[in-house]
């Protein structure tokens, strides 16, 4: 970690979930199908980052389709129900940052890198001082063991193999 990151995000940081987000895209037939988890955790200490999600908090607006989803062919949330990252190294330069760590999704855990933007620290209107990370990075879903897919009727497939896993994460400095 560079000497400017470590002095933004040194020390402990509590995690702000209000205003906090994670969500991940992938190409479905001809349009991006998007969903978020609605319950997740992260933890910022001292420059590593931490976080998690239960797969039953994804939000679907069909039911067949979250259960679909909650299944083998995807997440398999009955044997695998958490979705992890932690991080190895996290480097700045200015506000842009470079999160490499490790990503574990359905058993299989893989090094992934992110990038994004760091803000803050700032002093928000209660006093608190507080930091904001931004990351998206691309995985591949097969990588994960998450391979299900529908053949197209004229070739292809109904879903691509790109997911893009989008964190906005805020935290407060723990005092």
Request: no cysteine; glycine share 8%; proline share 5%.
């Amino acid at each position: 970690m560079s000497t400017q990151t470590e002095e933004r995000l040194a020390g402990v940081w509590q995690f702000d979930p209000v205003h906090s987000a994670a969500t991940f895209t992938v190409k479905y037939l001809v349009a991006p199908f998007r969903s978020e988890f609605g319950e997740f955790t992260a933890e910022l200490v001292d420059g590593q980052l931490k976080g998690s999600a239960p797969v039953s908090s994804l939000k679907v607006k069909n039911e067949d389709f979250a259960a679909h989803l909650a299944g083998p062919d995807f997440f398999d949330s009955e044997r695998f129900p958490e979705v992890s990252f932690e991080s190895r190294s996290i480097a700045a330069d200015g506000d842009a940052v470079t999160v490499d760590g490790l990503l574990t999704l359905k058993g299989v855990t893989k090094e992934v890198r992110a990038t994004g933007s760091v803000s803050g620290p700032a002093e928000d209107f209660m006093g608190n001082t507080r930091v904001g990370l931004s990351l998206s990075t691309t995985v591949d879903r097969n990588e994960f063991g998450v391979s299900w897919n529908a053949p197209l009727p004229k070739g292809g497939n109904a879903l691509a193999d790109e997911v893009k896993l989008e964190v906005a994460l805020e935290f407060i400095a723990a005092e």
